[in-house]
């Protein structure tokens, strides 16, 4: 069965310092993987996801994610982050067979400090 | 273009009463989700279903979780009746073609008393 672990709960970072979200997967195939951000009483929203090619993937706002296969990892990064990237964000993992079920992590709380 | 709609935005209701959520998904979106998201948590999938039909619903509690999606269109998640434990988020997405990821709409929010 595919699973997500964010082990980190809940991260602060200062405005403008850098970001990184860990993300481990566990999938006996190619997995796609994503990445959603949701705000405080809002839906997800899709910042980036990877299918193949390329393992660096460049999402919205500023953020980018670099899958490691070895790794079992999808780690989400962003250089300078702003007030706004306050929110929870999630890693899910989906079959590379197309819209079937993802499955996502616990999510990762973001607290941006001024 | 008009992303997913969901309604109500928040209901509560006691314990034993019925409860029934909307979803208009994007236009042209073939396939539509109902996800569960209980506080702190992930979305957890409840139901998939691929124009009208229903190709995964292995996860929803059938005894009192129904759901319908006629004509391929929109849906409705019912749930009847409701206990304490359902208070939670109840997600909708949407997707068109495979590789395209899931859009999700603002979601439902639950409280049962």
């Known amino acids: 069965a595919q699973s997500v672990t964010q082990p980190d709960i809940h991260i602060t970072v200062s405005e403008g310092a850098s970001l990184e979200l860990r993300c481990n997967y566990s999938y006996g195939a190619t997995p796609y993987l994503f990445w959603y951000v949701q705000s405080p009483g809002q839906g997800l929203q899709l910042l980036l996801k990877?299918?193949?090619?390329?393992?660096l993937v460049q999402g919205i706002k500023g953020f980018e994610a670099e899958f490691k296969r070895s790794q079992s990892s999808f780690n989400l990064r962003k250089p300078s982050v702003h007030w706004s990237d306050a929110a929870e964000y999630f890693c899910?993992?989906?079959?590379?067979?197309?819209?079937?079920?993802?499955?996502f992590g616990t999510g990762t709380r973001l607290t941006i400090i001024p | 273009e008009a992303g997913v709609v969901q309604s109500p935005r928040y209901k509560i209701i006691e314990k034993k009463q019925p409860v029934a959520f909307w979803c208009n998904p994007i236009s042209g979106h073939n396939t539509l989700y109902w996800y569960l998201q209980n506080l702190g948590q992930g979305p957890e999938l409840l139901i998939r279903?691929?124009?009208?039909?229903?190709?995964?619903d292995s996860q929803l509690p059938k005894d009192r979780f129904s759901a319908e999606r006629l004509k391929g269109v929109d849906s409705t998640l019912k749930i009847q009746p409701a206990e304490l434990g359902d208070s939670a988020v109840y997600l909708c997405?949407?997707?068109?073609?495979?590789?395209?990821?899931?859009?999700f709409g603002e979601g439902s929010r639950l409280t049962v008393l």
């Open positions: 279903y691929e124009n009208e039909e229903a190709v995964d």
């Open positions: 990877y299918f193949s090619g390329d393992t």
């Open positions: 899910a993992v989906g079959r590379k067979s197309g819209n079937e079920k993802l499955t």
């Open positions: 997405a949407s997707s068109l073609v495979r590789d395209s990821g899931l859009f």
